[in-house]
Structure formats: structure tokens, C-alpha cells
């Protein structure tokens, strides 16, 4: 049985599991093996994860918070004996792995990969001494990076791509040989795309205050990539196409059979992240030559973005640009992606998908009008032609319905788990073919 099956059935057999990793006493490392902890798990949470959600260049992931039975107090400090944490360092910078999916009636487990995210533990552990339970707040992998500063990185004042600038924080080390973020992303879970732009970091300025998080942030701005952790811990900085050419899942709502859409909650069209002129600072003074830009002017014609939509501007700045010629490419370039940026956009609820990751192709199936049981008669009017269908008729937009979609392609914006529940709310952005 394949994982559709087993999410398009009526009733699916889940399950999910939580494990965490400790640092050892002996030399600060974390353990090898992850360490069990799915029976003292009271209550789930949820987990979002999103980019280019709200408005674009902006990556999200919400971090989980779970509620364990803390009964034999196994999530004590570790200087408690009965303490999980015993013998070795503290609770704090503890990593957590979710695992969660659907077995079959053979006990196969779907997907491959079950993970659903890696968190890290950086908040105040409480505990309830009436329910006898303690509350974990686990954040984002990315709180990593924003605790050490760019400047920190050896070998940044120089004119390089932002692929070698990323390719060096990931290999970044203590200074004694040790690796600092590979002890928490394995050096094979970055997926780091070429680029060609060159970029001129000084330490005493331009990146001085900039968190490493920050800095690839600002590096995947003016590419036009986008920067995440994806659900199995890794990190990824390339463009913003959608992951693969084929679609990972089809959705099924109303007006189809195997349905796994829960909900349509909205559908929009996002005017809010369509650009149609670019105006990068990337010089420190503020003068007009400090700024180029790239865009339309307005003209009264059909055809003109900027009568259809008036002039929508995106404004940045990026000091670490090396050059004027090179500031020019990157504004022509990011306006060439974000006038294409306002295909629609809808919300969905749907049942639990445990492979799908934010970027992904999807495809789409939803009619918002039922034809079983209508009368078709008189309300459209039919092709001569005995080829001539209904479904290729023009019957759902003389009747004003919303929409009739089948296998539209959709790439997946944003993924928000309900561990609690098992189900998924995603946001998809329609892909013009």
C-alpha cells in the first residue's frame, strides 16, 4: 500500500514518536543515538513552517512546544538522579527530533523519512508540581545561527559569491579543529545552490552586528533564493523554484473521489508581494548614487503593470554588493521574479500529510459546485459535437461559481502540523506552467 492510499482511506493507522539527543560531560558533544522520549509525551502541539507567507524573503518556523508527564522526574535538572539529564550537560540546548506518519496492516511505516522538524531547547523548563508535568519550548534550528556573528567567520573580507560565503559558515570551526554548526546540521543536509553575483564583506563594517543567520538572510535577498530548514534538519539556500518538476501529492476536495481536503478557507490574489520596481540601496551614503533601480513607468495601456496595478516598489538595502554594475543585475533580476509574483494564492485544511515540505509541488483538484444530480439542461449551451463533454464546458463560469480546478500545480508556501490532532493547514501559490 502506498502512502496517497494510506491518506486517502477513511481511517489510517498513525503515529509519532519524540527522541532528543544530550550533550555528553566528557567533551560538550552530543550523544550519537537519539534517546527515546514518546511515553512521557502528554500533548504535541503544532508545527508551521513557511516562506514568502506574508510578504516575501521571509523564512519561519515556529519551533513546538510539548507537555511531558514528568511523574518520576525524568525532566528534573540534571542534577536530579532520576533526571533524563543525569550525568551528563544541562536540559538547556538539548535537541529534539518528531518523527510521525501511517503504518500499514503489515507495519510498514510511511513516509521513509518520517521526521517532522529538529528543535532545540533554549527556553525555561517548567514544571507542575500539581500535575506533575513539565512544559518544554523547543525553537527553531535557526537560533543557532543567530547566536554566533558573521564577524566571527575566518575568511570573509574578501570579494566572493554567496554560495562561498554560505559553503564557510557551514564548515566554520571553534578554532580548535571542531565544527560549530555541523554538530547541529550534518555537513550532507545543507543544500547550498552556485551563484555567480560577488559580494565585498568587511568585518569592521558592512557586516559588523550581523548574526550568520542574518548575513545568509540578507545574501539570499539580493539572489532572489530563499533560505530554510526543511523538516529533516537541513539547511537550504537556492532559488525559489519549487523543489522538483513532479508533483509530490495531489489534493482532492469537493467534486472528486479519495477527498483529503478537510477545508478551502480562502483564496486570494497576493497584489501585497507583487513588484513591478526595485530600488536597492547599496552604497552607505544616502545619495542618489548610492541607489539603482529597475522597474516600469506608468503608462496609460492594458498591457502596463503599472496601470493594472499602479507602481508596487520594493525597497532594500544591501552594503555588501561589490559594485554598481553588480548592484544593477540584481534589481533587474529580482524584477523579473517578482512581476510574475501574483498568481493566486488559497488556504486549506487538509489530513495529515507527513511527506510534504514547504516548496513542494502539489496539484490541485476542487470544484466549488457539485454536478451529480443538477440539471444541465438550458443553464449552459453544448457543442454540436457528440466529443463535445460537459467538464470541457463553460458551465461553471456562466453559473458564477469560485472556481473548478483539476490537477492545477500549486507550490506549497507555508505547512502547519497539528501533532494533536493529525492534520495539516497549508498555503499554496498557483505555478503558470
Given at each position: 500500500m502506498s502512502l496517497t492510499n494510506l491518506i486517502n482511506n477513511p481511517i489510517g493507522n498513525v503515529f509519532r514518536r519524540a527522541y532528543i539527543k544530550r550533550r555528553l560531560i566528557s567533551d560538550g558533544k552530543y550523544e550519537t543515538d537519539w534517546q527515546d522520549i514518546t511515553e512521557y509525551i502528554k500533548s504535541w502541539g503544532k508545527i508551521q513552517t513557511s516562506v514568502d507567507e506574508i510578504k516575501i524573503n521571509t523564512f519561519k518556523q515556529s519551533g513546538i512546544s510539548i507537555k511531558a508527564v514528568n511523574n518520576q522526574g525524568k525532566f528534573n535538572m540534571e542534577t536530579n538522579e532520576a533526571s533524563l539529564w543525569f550525568g551528563y550537560m544541562t536540559r538547556f540546548r538539548t535537541l529534539l527530533k518528531i518523527e510521525a506518519g501511517y503504518t500499514d496492516s503489515d507495519g510498514t511505516e510511511y513516509p521513509t523519512n518520517p521526521s517532522q522538524g529538529i528543535f532545540i531547547l533554549t527556553?525555561?523548563?517548567r514544571i507542575s508540581g500539581k500535575k506533575n508535568e513539565a512544559l518544554l519550548n523547543f525553537k527553531s534550528l535557526t537560533s543557532v545561527f543567530d547566536e554566533v556573528q558573521s564577524t566571527d567567520i575566518p575568511g570573509l573580507n574578501a570579494i566572493q559569491t554567496a554560495y562561498d560565503i554560505v559553503v564557510k559558515i557551514r564548515d566554520h570551526t571553534d578554532g580548535a579543529g571542531e565544527y560549530v554548526f555541523r554538530q547541529f546540521i550534518t555537513s550532507t543536509s545543507w543544500t547550498i545552490q552556485t551563484?555567480?553575483?560577488?559580494?565585498?564583506?568587511?568585518?569592521?563594517t558592512n557586516i559588523d552586528g550581523l548574526s550568520?543567520?542574518?548575513?545568509?538572510?540578507?545574501?539570499?535577498?539580493?539572489?532572489?533564493?530563499?533560505?530554510?530548514?526543511?523538516r529533516l534538519g537541513g539547511i537550504e539556500f537556492r532559488d525559489r523554484d519549487q523543489r522538483t518538476t513532479t508533483s509530490q501529492f495531489s489534493f482532492y476536495g469537493q467534486g472528486f473521489k479519495d477527498q483529503n481536503i478537510i477545508?478551502?478557507?480562502?483564496v486570494r490574489e497576493p497584489i501585497t508581494k507583487y513588484y513591478n520596481y526595485i530600488r536597492l540601496k547599496h552604497l552607505e551614503p544616502d545619495t542618489s548614487t548610492s541607489y539603482v533601480t529597475a522597474?516600469?513607468?506608468?503608462?496609460?495601456?492594458?498591457?502596463s503593470s503599472a496601470w493594472k496595478y499602479g507602481i508596487r516598489t520594493y525597497e532594500f538595502e544591501n552594503t555588501l554588493i561589490s559594485g554598481t554594475a553588480t548592484a544593477q543585475t540584481i534589481a533587474s533580476t529580482l524584477l523579473a521574479l517578482y512581476e510574475n509574483n501574483i498568481n493566486e494564492e488559497l488556504k486549506l485544511k487538509t489530513k495529515f500529510c507527513p511527506q510534504l515540505e514547504v516548496s513542494d509541488r502539489v496539484l490541485l483538484n476542487y470544484r466549488s459546485y457539485v454536478l451529480q444530480d443538477v440539471m444541465l439542461w438550458d443553464v449552459d449551451d453544448w457543442a454540436t459535437d457528440a466529443a463535445y463533454l460537459p467538464e470541457d464546458s463553460e458551465w461553471a463560469d456562466e453559473k458564477g461559481e469560485n472556481f473548478d480546478w483539476t490537477d492545477v500545480p500549486f507550490k506549497i508556501l507555508s505547512r502547519e502540523t497539528d501533532l494533536d490532532k493529525f492534520s495539516n493547514s497549508f498555503i499554496l501559490k498557483r505555478l503558470i506552467s
Amino acid at each position: 500500500m502506498s502512502l496517497t492510499n494510506l491518506i486517502n482511506n477513511p481511517i489510517g493507522n498513525v503515529f509519532r514518536r519524540a527522541y532528543i539527543k544530550r550533550r555528553l560531560i566528557s567533551d560538550g558533544k552530543y550523544e550519537t543515538d537519539w534517546q527515546d522520549i514518546t511515553e512521557y509525551i502528554k500533548s504535541w502541539g503544532k508545527i508551521q513552517t513557511s516562506v514568502d507567507e506574508i510578504k516575501i524573503n521571509t523564512f519561519k518556523q515556529s519551533g513546538i512546544s510539548i507537555k511531558a508527564v514528568n511523574n518520576q522526574g525524568k525532566f528534573n535538572m540534571e542534577t536530579n538522579e532520576a533526571s533524563l539529564w543525569f550525568g551528563y550537560m544541562t536540559r538547556f540546548r538539548t535537541l529534539l527530533k518528531i518523527e510521525a506518519g501511517y503504518t500499514d496492516s503489515d507495519g510498514t511505516e510511511y513516509p521513509t523519512n518520517p521526521s517532522q522538524g529538529i528543535f532545540i531547547l533554549t527556553n525555561d523548563v517548567r514544571i507542575s508540581g500539581k500535575k506533575n508535568e513539565a512544559l518544554l519550548n523547543f525553537k527553531s534550528l535557526t537560533s543557532v545561527f543567530d547566536e554566533v556573528q558573521s564577524t566571527d567567520i575566518p575568511g570573509l573580507n574578501a570579494i566572493q559569491t554567496a554560495y562561498d560565503i554560505v559553503v564557510k559558515i557551514r564548515d566554520h570551526t571553534d578554532g580548535a579543529g571542531e565544527y560549530v554548526f555541523r554538530q547541529f546540521i550534518t555537513s550532507t543536509s545543507w543544500t547550498i545552490q552556485t551563484t555567480t553575483n560577488n559580494f565585498l564583506l568587511d568585518t569592521a563594517t558592512n557586516i559588523d552586528g550581523l548574526s550568520c543567520w542574518e548575513l545568509m538572510n540578507k545574501l539570499a535577498e539580493a539572489e532572489g533564493y530563499i533560505l530554510l530548514i526543511n523538516r529533516l534538519g537541513g539547511i537550504e539556500f537556492r532559488d525559489r523554484d519549487q523543489r522538483t518538476t513532479t508533483s509530490q501529492f495531489s489534493f482532492y476536495g469537493q467534486g472528486f473521489k479519495d477527498q483529503n481536503i478537510i477545508s478551502m478557507d480562502e483564496v486570494r490574489e497576493p497584489i501585497t508581494k507583487y513588484y513591478n520596481y526595485i530600488r536597492l540601496k547599496h552604497l552607505e551614503p544616502d545619495t542618489s548614487t548610492s541607489y539603482v533601480t529597475a522597474g516600469v513607468n506608468t503608462t496609460v495601456d492594458p498591457s502596463s503593470s503599472a496601470w493594472k496595478y499602479g507602481i508596487r516598489t520594493y525597497e532594500f538595502e544591501n552594503t555588501l554588493i561589490s559594485g554598481t554594475a553588480t548592484a544593477q543585475t540584481i534589481a533587474s533580476t529580482l524584477l523579473a521574479l517578482y512581476e510574475n509574483n501574483i498568481n493566486e494564492e488559497l488556504k486549506l485544511k487538509t489530513k495529515f500529510c507527513p511527506q510534504l515540505e514547504v516548496s513542494d509541488r502539489v496539484l490541485l483538484n476542487y470544484r466549488s459546485y457539485v454536478l451529480q444530480d443538477v440539471m444541465l439542461w438550458d443553464v449552459d449551451d453544448w457543442a454540436t459535437d457528440a466529443a463535445y463533454l460537459p467538464e470541457d464546458s463553460e458551465w461553471a463560469d456562466e453559473k458564477g461559481e469560485n472556481f473548478d480546478w483539476t490537477d492545477v500545480p500549486f507550490k506549497i508556501l507555508s505547512r502547519e502540523t497539528d501533532l494533536d490532532k493529525f492534520s495539516n493547514s497549508f498555503i499554496l501559490k498557483r505555478l503558470i506552467s
